[in-house]
């Protein structure tokens, strides 16, 4: 297995034992691979263009639809999906002893904690595609973007993988205009090469479980497996690697799960690097179920995810924003609530927030009460 990382991040990284992670072979090359029986294998172009059809067949703009609105209006999408105005004052002066956490949408999220700010799969632009004239569109604007006043500086960024909804051209090269060659990319195994190609140099890969501390600070940046794949084009399934992130500070602990199906590996995690303060798990992306179970989890897997990695707080992501699977945009949020009911469990234990809110938390205690989706009724 290759292991990634330059200067003092090789000499930081940890052995990643050689099964958690396989290699196939195939006619272009090495392809990762996921291995857990819960891994189905890749679906067959059939079974694609079957997606595409029933996507179609709902008739829903590019920007996705709603449970009492099959062919909503970007207004219609605001009124259900309010943006909260960014808090500036508590952007500027985060809690020293607290997660501080800002969801702009889908799966980017800006997280403040001792002392370092970070984001996840960062995502600006109005649409999910190699191209800004076609594909997925916005149904909510993005809560915070580099240009803003109240954007902090950040230290850091965590990437989960390589599809067109988590690593974006326009935002990544934003995000580098904006604060320079001193931002630092964590990636999965194989995408350096990537980011060279724009010019992007402060760039570590890291396998499973591999670690490094973030230079400068005591926070170390570990990455976790998890079960998905990766393509940016037609040869390159599983060319890269993909996966979660956890953030080790000296008191506090946050992880995102990236996007990932449901496997048994979220045990593990949970063992080797909980409890987790926070933690930030996919709740969206979901139907139709029979597809989309390896690679992506819904409501009630997340839950027992979050159980598993033994967060004591986390909130939904990867929903609400872009209409890449058929359910509705606003159903998530709402199964979540209800599985969280149906299992007795406090409601703030797994939230998910409004665009724009954030959550402070540490050790299973919440510091604010930020608005929430869904909106009652």
Known sequence: MGVAAGGAAAAAAQHVPAHHLSQAPSLWGPRFTNPWPTWTGDKSLADVWGLMSKMRALGAPAWGYLSSNRSPSLEDC?????????????????????????????????????????????????????????????AVQPALVPEDAAMPRLDFVLLSHNHYDHLDTGSVDRLHRHFGPELAWYVPQGMKAWFSGRGITNVTELDWWQEVQHPGSKVRVVMTPAQHWSARGALDRRATLWGGWAVLGHDLRFWFAGDTGYCPVFKEIGDRLGPFDLAAIPIGAYEPRDFMRPMHIGPEEALQVHRDVRSRRSVGVHCCTFFLTTEPLDEPPRLLQQVLAQQQLDASEFVTLRHGALLQTAGGVDLNSPPLLPLSE
Request: proline residues 13%.
């Open 78 to 138: 605001s009124r259900a999906f309010p943006l909260v105005p960014p808090d500036a004052a508590a952007l500027a002066a985060p809690p020293g002893d607290a997660v501080q956490a800002l969801w702009v949408g889908h799966a980017s999220l800006l997280v403040q904690m001792e002392g370092v700010a970070f984001m996840t799969d960062p995502f600006f632009s109005q649409r999910s595609s190699p191209v800004q004239f076609l594909g997925p569109r916005r």
